[in-house]
Nanobody, 125 residues
Framework: QVQLVESGGGSVQPGGSLRLSCTVTGVTYRPDFMAWFRQAPGRERRGVAHITTGDGDTYYAGSVEGRFTISEDNAENTVYLQMNRLTPEDTAMYYC??????????????????WGQGTQVTVSS
C-alpha cells in the first residue's frame, strides 16, 4: 500500500525557515511526479511546488518562487520542501502528493493519486 508520510511542519516567526519532508513507502518504483500543495482554512487546495523525479525539473507557484525549493533524495524515496523567508500568508496545511504516468497537470489535485496526511505550517509573530 502506497503511503506518503510528511514531517517538518511547525510554528515559526515571519522571516523564518522550515523544511518539510515527504517519504514514499509501499512502492517498488519511484513516482514520476511529486508536488507540494497547501490549503488554508476556507480556501481551496493550491499547488506550490512540483518536481519531475526522472529529470529533477522543478516548477513553483509565483507566490513562493525564490523562497521555496523542492528537492528529492531518490535513495530515500523522499521529497523535501525548503521554505525560507516565510510570511503569515504561508500559513496553511501542507500536503505532499505523488502521481504516476507520463504527464500530469502540475497543480491539478485530481491528477495525483496519492496524498500525505498533511502537516501544519503556522507563521506568526
Amino acid at each position: 500500500q502506497v503511503q506518503l508520510v510528511e514531517s517538518g511542519g511547525g510554528s515559526v516567526q515571519p522571516g523564518g525557515s522550515l523544511r518539510l519532508s515527504c517519504t514514499v513507502t509501499g512502492v517498488t518504483y519511484r513516482p514520476d511526479f511529486m508536488a507540494w500543495f497547501r490549503q488554508a482554512p476556507g480556501r481551496e487546495r493550491r499547488g506550490v511546488a512540483h518536481i519531475t523525479t526522472g529529470d529533477g525539473d522543478t516548477y513553483y507557484a509565483g507566490s513562493v518562487e525564490g523562497r521555496f525549493t523542492i528537492s528529492e533524495d531518490n535513495a530515500e524515496n523522499t521529497v523535501y520542501l525548503q521554505m525560507n523567508r516565510l510570511t503569515p500568508e504561508d500559513t496553511a496545511m501542507y500536503y505532499c502528493a505523488a502521481a504516476l504516468g507520463t504527464s500530469v497537470r502540475r497543480f491539478y489535485p485530481p491528477d495525483y493519486a496519492y496524498w500525505g496526511q498533511g502537516t501544519q505550517v503556522t507563521v506568526s509573530s
